[in-house]
């Protein structure tokens, strides 16, 4: 006999003999909770839910009876597809914890939903050849310009509380460094996704090269800022809103200036970056125009 054998237990029962509560055999306590008994098999490997007793020579498993709301509640908590690491977590909590909890893991499935939701679309549009925004390609040309840079590798999900961060800390350094002298960006030497990370790197011009390296030079074991020199360059780029700048959207406008510089029979010669002119981004509407797209390129191929 094994406890595959659900409702029937073995001669020498711990029911009989415990001095505590009587305990349930596997298949009396999946009766009650509701589950399968391969359910509960389950969750004590998964760590979630272990019986009460195991009886070492025959393997038979045993609950006690206020183990049954912890049982349905693991039950839902995975019909919500919660990792487990949370679930085994949660279910430690006080109530009122653990509703807090399940509240703020639902929030961010909703948030995760309709990030999904407008890659989806986006990636229909792309694929069916659709583009339900136009926009409109410019160039412009840069002069060589000194600038102090922040290099980071991280994926897509840190980029909107990195970019703020990182240009904050490089224009409170500008200010010693003869102030700032073009529009900060951020530029992309490889692709950040959700699985590649970068890396990203925050740059704001700055006006005496000089007094940048000495800064860097005096504070090279804070905050990992460099001091470079951006060559003169030609960028061709496209200027979008503040709900524009929001992922996936912003791949549209990635894809719009890319699709130009191919179709003109020009090169790219450097990493891409978003331009940071906005000069009160709190303040900005969903409407208003807050960043630039942009490519530095090398002139048409004769």
């Known amino acids: 006999m094994h406890d595959d054998d659900p409702y ?4 020498n029962d711990p029911a009989d003999t415990s001095d505590d509560e009587p305990l349930l055999t596997i298949g009396a306590f999946a009766h009650r909770a509701r589950l399968s008994p391969k359910a509960l098999r389950l969750y004590d490997r ?5 019986p009460a007793r195991v009886d070492e020579a025959t393997g038979y498993r045993w609950y006690r009876a206020d183990q049954v709301e912890r049982a349905r509640l693991v039950a839902l908590l995975r019909q ?13 909590l006080p109530g009122a914890e653990a509703a ?15 990030r999904q939701a407008a890659l989806a679309a986006h990636l229909c549009d792309r694929l069916s050849g659709r583009r339900p925004t136009m926009f409109e390609i410019k160039t412009c040309d840069v002069p060589e310009q000194t600038v102090l840079a922040e290099r980071k590798h991280l994926v897509a999900d ?3 509380r990195w970019i703020p961060s990182a240009l904050d800390r490089l224009i409170r350094a500008a200010a010693e460094c003869g102030g700032i002298t073009g529009i900060p960006f951020v530029a992309y030497h490889a692709e950040v996704t959700p699985d590649s990370d970068g890396p990203a790197e925050a740059c704001v011009p ?3 090269a000089r007094a940048a390296e000495e800064w860097v ?21 496209t200027r979008i809103t503040k709900a524009q700048v929001a992922h996936p959207q912003i791949l549209s406008a990635f894809d719009a200036v890319e699709d130009h510089i191919a179709r003109e029979g020009m090169t ?20 208003d125009e807050v960043c630039d797209i942009a490519f530095p390129v090398s002139p048409r191929q004769s």
């Open 217 to 237: 030079a005096a504070n090279s074991r804070g905050g990992g800022i460099a001091v470079r020199v951006e060559p003169a360059q030609r960028l061709v780029y």
């Open 80 to 92: 919500l597809d919660m990792p487990l690491a949370l679930i085994g977590d949660l279910v430690e």
């Open 8 to 11: 029937n237990a073995p001669h």
């Open 206 to 208: 700055v006006a005496d």
């Open 46 to 50: 998964l760590g979630l839910l272990h």
């Open 158 to 160: 840190e980029l909107p």
């Open 268 to 287: 790219v010669t450097g990493p891409c970056r978003e331009v940071y002119f906005a000069e009160d981004w709190d303040a900005a509407s969903a409407t």
């Open 100 to 114: 807090q909890a399940v509240d703020a893991y639902w929030t961010e499935v909703d948030a995760r939903r309709a």
